[in-house]
């Protein structure tokens, strides 16, 4: 801190206050949902204010946390190449990345939503419902605002690049103010511009303008740029190409609809509550106990694994947590036991996984709000395309030990602590609390008594009273939760207002028609069978160097709608992508499981072995989503009895 320029520590240190304080507000919105249900079920009472505050504190999460995030590289990059470069490389990266994309990206959500702003202020816009709140223009206001932190922490981000570059801290702030003028002056220039720049281009490259936009995001994100800010940097690239400045007068709109949906602010909910779980120590109690209860098999180990990966997806739906968790804890004991690390590893990083299909899974809910699906269907819909998951993965495991039985080999009967009566009673101690969370928030769901984000508070505040209930809550433990929470929510939806932006671009530029003209001529030649083919075929092919955030975000919103118009059930083909993005987590050399296994597993453990355990996985993972495929009543028979849909 001491070595860096003054300004970047004062940059910093604005950015770390408003992380903290932005850090209660996740834990305050958790508790204003859960009193406005209670108040709603128990007292059949609700308050506008009440409900109008939960989606303004979600927005300020969002937005006033992304520059504290920036601040802990919190941001998604693709980093396939990225983490093989040098220092200086990366300082290259990050200070191209911060003048071509950050700075202009910012620039042009401020530059918008200032008026936005401004016009609220003018009339002093209130809510349109009776009793809500007032002054609506300091909501929106978070648009702006939040994006200076960004700005700012970006500013710290660059000098902190050109000092790793030059090792010269005076030429530091000659380069920044100089760049800063000439970047005022550009920002003027282009503030005038009135999209005239396709004169001149030829046809081949005018006619497929949106395909050149994908084609250059894609490019740009192997680099390793953050995928938020090349969003915004390649949108307002072509959008000033086709369209003008002015178009771009449309983007606080598209952002204000983030901020008000209410069906997103599930999102940070179940963070919260998956993050909580995994620090209540429910985890060791789980896999202990089934191991125990499936050690006397070949493979039991690695079935306890499964199971307990799929009760934690049910409770926590957070990947990363379960993937860590189950490293810690399975790796080494199966390594112990004389598990072959291949299938070991291979076992945790599948297991994890589970929690982005089975409900409540944010993947879900995040593509459900993309396509227009009710939540509560995907949630449902998606309950037998898990469980066949789950199947087919103690199925090769089940085949593998009986193939290679060294490599799986059982629990001697003599080190099996108990058996009978007192192993059924510790296998109902440590499934009841998982089990009890699972069917309060989802059974409040599927039996229609709450909303997906009012059963997400309900879930977030049991999930903490579990964590108390184990003597595990510490105010670190809650302090760490919060920032967690925080981080992931600002990175999930930062990147969704840079999708905002592009999908702008992309709408404008007539790209879902160009994708909708392709993909019409592939079904009138093959039908539109194939075109799901194909479909599927490109998700899973992106998937290996994609994260699933930004697949559903960008890929998502062009095929959904196209693929539902040649006729194929929405809530289905939700799931069919919820499927696919699943092997994404999975797939080298980006898949995000083996990364966080990786990092927590014994040194002995190679990557080759890790990637060639999740190799059988992948291949079980693909046949389930053909069952999928060719069994459409897995998906759609379950709503239809519950809910009659």
Known sequence: MKSLP?????????????????????FLVVLVVFIDVVMRYAFNTSFVFVQELEWHMFAFIFLMGAGYTLLKDGHVRVDIFYQRMSDKAQAWVNLIGVLLFLLPGCYMIMATSWGFVYNAWSIMEGSPDPGGIPLRFIVKGFIPAGFVLITLQGIALGIRSLLTLTQKKAIVYPVVIGAAVVGFLVFRS??????????????????YLPGWMFLALTVLLMFGFPVTFTLMGTALFFGLLGFGWGFFNLLPLRIWGVMTNVTLLAVPLFVFMGVMLERSG?????????????GRLRGGLAISVVVVGALLGASTGIVGATVVTMGLLAVPTMLKRGYHPELATGTVAASGTLGQIIPPSIVLVLIGDIVGVSVGDLFMGAVFPGLVLVGLYILYILIASIIWPDRAPAIPKGELAMGGGSLIWRVLVAMFPPLFLMVAVLGSIFAGVASPTEAAAVGAVGATALTIANKRFTLKILNDVMHATMQLTCMVFIILVGAAAFGLVFRGMGGDELVRHFL???AETHGKWFVLAVVMGLIFVIGFFLDFIEITFIHVPVLAPIMIEFGFDPAWFCILIAVNLQTSFMTPPFG??????KAVTP?????GEIYRGIIPFVLFQLIGLLIVVFFPILVTWLPKVVFGN
């Open 282 to 294: 429910l985890a060791e109690e789980l896999l202990d106990t089934m191991g125990m209860l499936f």
């Open 520 to 522: 019409g001529g592939i």
């Open 6 to 26: 003054l300004i970047s520590c004062v940059i910093d240190t604005i950015n770390e206050w408003a992380g903290h304080i932005v850090a209660w507000a996740t």
């Open 592 to 597: 995000f499981s083996l990364f966080y296994l």
């Open 603 to 607: 040194p002995e453990i190679t990557t």
């Open 190 to 207: 282009v503030t005038s511009w009135t999209g005239a720049g396709l004169e001149g281009l030829p046809p081949w490259f005018i006619d």
